[in-house]
């Protein structure tokens, strides 16, 4: 079945800086990834997607690219913010199925 | 229009016991799942459906068992509650087509003692 990698696993970041948080998948039917963020204690929620004939997409300071050659998507994150603090989570949708990364906690400082 | 909505939002059970989760959707979607959500291991489907009376296994099935007689309701049951399924459960429900996102209900956090 597929596999969904996900790095870092933290990711401490000042106020104003970039963000990255990549993910890798072993599957090539996969062809949807989207990217939640789930605040403590809240449900995860879609913040960014991107399908699979699509190399990049972006909505406002998120952006999210895929290389399919190489199985791998990444989120980018600019001029981050205090509220951009939670955990996010990249998954792939195989068929019927999501899979989803283990999570990566962003920690934006003031 | 609620989208999808748990119930209950926190339950603590003894082993052995059994108990029901419920998962209502009122987007017809067709697709409904049902993940747990441990410390730094993501989401791992459970079980999942692609329509009324039509269920399959996910990555983590054992201990659970789901049904689907309505496109509405996609209820967990835990058939004898063990520590090891101390969770947060999601219920999720999706259009149906590939390329669309999955919709979270607001969870259950289980202890099992």
């Known amino acids: 079945g597929e596999n969904v990698e996900q790095h870092p696993s933290t990711l401490s970041v000042q106020e104003g800086d970039s963000a990255v948080i990549k993910c890798t998948y072993s599957?090539?039917?996969?062809?949807?990834f989207p990217w939640y963020k789930q605040e403590l204690g809240k449900r995860p929620q879609l913040i960014i997607d991107i399908r699979s004939n699509v190399g990049e997409k972006k909505d406002q300071r998120i952006a999210v690219t895929l290389n399919k050659t190489a199985k791998h998507f990444s989120l980018h994150i600019t001029e981050t913010q205090p509220e951009d603090s939670a955990v996010y989570f990249c998954?792939?949708?195989?068929?019927?199925?999501?899979?989803f990364g283990s999570g990566t906690k962003l920690n934006v400082k003031p | 229009n609620a989208g999808v909505t748990q119930t209950p939002k926190f339950q603590v059970l003894k082993t052995g016991q059994s108990m029901t989760l419920q998962c209502a959707q009122d987007?017809?979607?067709?697709?409904m799942s049902w993940y747990r959500q441990d410390p730094g291991m993501g989401l791992r489907l459970i079980h999942y459906s692609v329509g009324a009376g039509i269920t399959d296994q996910g990555e983590v099935p054992n201990g659970y068992n789901v049904s689907r007689s309505t496109t509405e309701d996609f209820p967990l049951r835990l058939l004898s509650a063990a520590p090891s399924q101390t969770s947060v459960y999601f219920c999720?429900?999706?259009?149906?087509?590939?390329?669309?996102?999955?919709?979270f209900g607001q969870g259950t956090r289980l202890t099992v003692v």
């Open positions: 999720a429900s999706t259009l149906g087509a590939q390329n669309t996102e999955a919709f």
């Open positions: 987007m017809n979607h067709e697709y």
């Open positions: 599957d090539s039917a996969s062809n949807y």
């Open positions: 998954a792939s949708r195989n068929f019927n199925k999501f899979y």
